[in-house]
Each structure stands twice: as C-alpha cells, then as structure tokens.
C-alpha cells in the first residue's frame, strides 16, 4: 500500500511517499480534511504560509488521534520573506500557528517573490539569507528537514554553494505531460528528493484523450494514472483535495505502468493553459 510506503532523505529521515496537498483548502476547512486523510492512511500533509490555512491543518493534526511522530508535516517559507530576521520569525510564526513543537519539513516557497517571478532578478543572497534562518532551525531541532520549491539549477547551485545543509527537497511542477528531465535528473545527482505538486496538472489532464484512453488501459482514473507516473519517476506526488472520495482514489495506486506506455506518456505535448490557474506564475502565467 503506496501510503506505507516511504522515501529517505539525504539526512535519513523519512517521508511518506503519498501526500496529501492543501492548497486552496479554506482554513476552516483545513482541519476535517487533514483527519480524513489521516483516517484513511495518509500519514504526509503538505501546507504553505502561503496558503493561510495552517491554523486548520494544525488543528487537524493534534486532533486525528494519531501519534504526532507518526505524521510528517511540511509547510513553507513565504515567497517574499527574502531575508534572515524575517525567516527566523516566519520559522516560529509557522510553529506558532500551526501549535506544534516542530514541522517535519520547511522549504523556501519559490527563489523569488510572486509578484516578482518572471523577472531576471535571481534574489540569490536572500535565497541565502533564507536558507541561513532555515539551516539554524535545523539545528535547533525545530525542523526535522529543510528544502525549496520551485528552484530551477542556479538557484539550487546558489544554495548547494554556500550552505552548511543542503536542500532534501525541491518541490516542482512536475505531471504527465511536463516533466523537466533535465531538472529532475540533476536534483537525484544532487541527492535532493523531487516533489511534484500538481501531479494532475491542476486537472487538465482530466480532459486529455490520450491520458483517458492510457487510463482505461489500465483500468484506472486518470488522477491514479498520473500520480503512478510520478512514483515510476522516483517522484513524491503531492495531488491536493479536500474530498475524501479523491483522498482514496489517489491513494489507491499499487499497479505499475509498462516502459513502452511511461515512454508515450513522457512524450505528450505540453499543456500550454491551464485554465483560470494560468495566473499563478508557476503554470506560466503572470499574477495580475
């Protein structure tokens, strides 16, 4: 069962192959959710300072009867919190808010802030300074592991260049249909574990015909098809929902997708708009 099964990271910790993702779960919404994914067997939630539903997954987490060593629990640094005093604060604010002695993982939320992201300025010597303030809570015993997200080869050099600790984890986009090799390939090189959120392409691959036509091959939903595509890939999928039917489908992934239909699949045009989510600037767009 994929959700006791788990990855090791480059410090030794381990981390739940499966998580569960919270972005755009309302805060008040938070806390049910986590304890039905808990209850069905997700032991790794995924949350952000970003999201602002922390309190909620917090809540969730002392709640689920679960013991808390069981659980591991990832949040992340703000975007736009580019220097050390203001990470050493976001750090405890996070274990403040969330009401936990300490969060599994913390990663840098994007190398630049949104409103900033398709600018040339690369933001290395606050990624830096970041990555200092996550470094020390490291070592304080705050935080169990420490990562980034959204960081492309020069940002994680800037890190792997200067850091005491390097990065366990780079959260990327990364789904059937766009999956960036050569990114990928260098962060295993690395020793860093990837992260792929939106492992459904923010369910465009819901509509994709070739992605339907493989999933019915295989007798399975297209969100089961693509997050097996990321576990075939040595990725941690992250598919996020607050509906407990989804919940158990994406869990309910033990198959294995042939090489012959992982190469077709790998080799699907690009989705080029991801709907109303093409604002965000990971899928492309520009935040209005």
Known sequence: MILRENYTLSNGVEIPKLGLGTWFINDNDAAQAVKDAIEMGYRHIDTAQ??????GVGEGIRNCGIARKELFV???????VKSYNEAVASIDNSLKTLGLDYIDMMIIHSPKPWMEFHRPEPYFEGNREAWRALEEAYNAGKLRSIGV??????????????????????????HISNTPKALIEYCKEKNILVEAYSPIGHGELMKN???????????VSVPQLSIRYCLELGLLPLPKTANPA???????VNFEILADDMEFLKKLSTIENYGEASIFPVYGGKLR
């Open 149 to 174: 997200s959204n960081f492309q080869k020069a940002d994680l050099d800037n890190i792997l260049d200067s850091c005491t600790v390097n990065p366990m984890v780079n959260q990327i986009l990364a």
């Open 50 to 55: 970003a999201y602002q539903n922390e309190r």
């Open 246 to 252: 989804h919940m158990k489908n994406n869990s309910e």
């Open 209 to 219: 015909e070739e992605v339907k036509k493989m999933a019915n091959k295989y007798g």
């Open 74 to 80: 990832t949040t992340k640094l703000a975007a736009e």
